[in-house]
């Protein structure tokens, strides 16, 4: 359980005989912190507040403290976020303990991790391994490594089937319109969360023309929506109407938050595998190769 509701408390009493307690934290006051899409300032009061009403509520409902959970946001950029947390749970271990609450099993770091192709864990691993190294080793700690694990696991490809070309005084502005968008993948870049350049498959492939000239542009997604928008006025090569163009590291927070606007329909989903990685998985399974 994760609240900051001590009212709610009376509802999971009356339906269970006994509930553990995950209590979420937040690290941060701030609402310029890159990692944050929103301001959670007053959340976070609220949390502070649940803090200090604990030593009441824990022991008059008879409840158990289970541990401690926190969330730097997703993506997280700012790897000290984490040890901020890390070491606010330590604090919350601490003031536990001086409560009677010292049967702490459970710390849940969040997830947010970054797993963009090109991307190493091993830095972040470090920073985390280091932070944690002085908390009791009988203490659980877990995480949620969803968006490592998926992100470069997909890639989308857009059709561009319009083009526009205008005048910007001396220079010339690019507006392309591709079949997808905000609606159909693209809703971190809706958010400010992200910002992912295309590439063309012909350019990659020879089919077309290379040429080093770039031009500022701008990809616009199928629907009627002005905020349907994929990339806004960056230095790209120039496209062609019949080009798909290629978008790596897709696989966060996108079919997962496609929706039917406009009545466009969702991206169909093709799996691919290399032929040695699926002769393994078969020898694996013990499955037929040709099947």
């Known amino acids: 359980m994760s609240s900051i509701n001590p009212d709610a ?5 009356d339906e269970l005989q006994e509930y553990d307690i995950l209590k979420d934290i937040i690290t941060t006051y701030k609402q310029e912190d890159a990692f944050y899409v929103l301001d959670l300032g007053i959340i976070m009061k609220k949390h502070q507040d649940w803090i200090e009403k604990m030593p009441r509520i ?25 040890i901020r947390g890390i070491e606010v749970c330590k604090e919350l271990i601490t003031f536990a303990k001086s409560i009677r609450c010292e049967d702490i099993k459970l710390i849940d770091i969040g997830g ?19 932070a944690i190294k002085e908390i009791d080793p009988t203490i659980e700690i877990i995480s949620e490594p969803g968006r490592y694990y998926v992100t470069a696991a997909f890639t989308l490809a857009g059709y ?18 591709v079949n997808c968008g905000v609606y159909s993948g693209f809703i971190e870049e809706l958010l400010n969360l992200n910002s992912r ?12 023309p290379v040429s080093n000239k770039e031009y500022l542009s701008t990809i616009w997604g199928p629907t009627c929506d002005s905020c349907d928008c994929i990339v806004k006025d960056v230095l790209l090569p120039e496209f062609y ?10 696989g966060a927070y996108t079919t997962s938050r496609v929706c039917e606007f406009n009545g466009f329909l969702p991206p169909i989903v093709h799996s691919f595998i290399r032929k040695s990685q699926w002769k393994d998985f078969c020898a694996i399974t013990r499955c037929d190769i040709n099947n």
């Open 241 to 250: 109407i019949g080009d798909w163009l290629v978008w790596k590291d897709m």
């Open 112 to 130: 947010g991790f970054p797993g963009e192709s090109e991307y190493q864990i091993d830095e972040l691993s470090y920073i985390i391994n280091d």
């Open 58 to 82: 824990v022991p008059y409902y008879d409840l158990m403290l289970y541990g401690f959970s926190f969330h730097v946001g997703s993506p997280c950029k700012e790897f000290d976020a984490y």
């Open 197 to 208: 350049q295309p590439i063309s498959l012909f350019k990659v492939n020879l089919l077309q």
């Open 9 to 13: 408390i009376h509802i999971y009493k």
């Open 160 to 177: 561009l089937h319009s083009k526009r070309t205008v005048s910007n005084g001396n220079s010339l502005k690019q507006m392309y319109y």
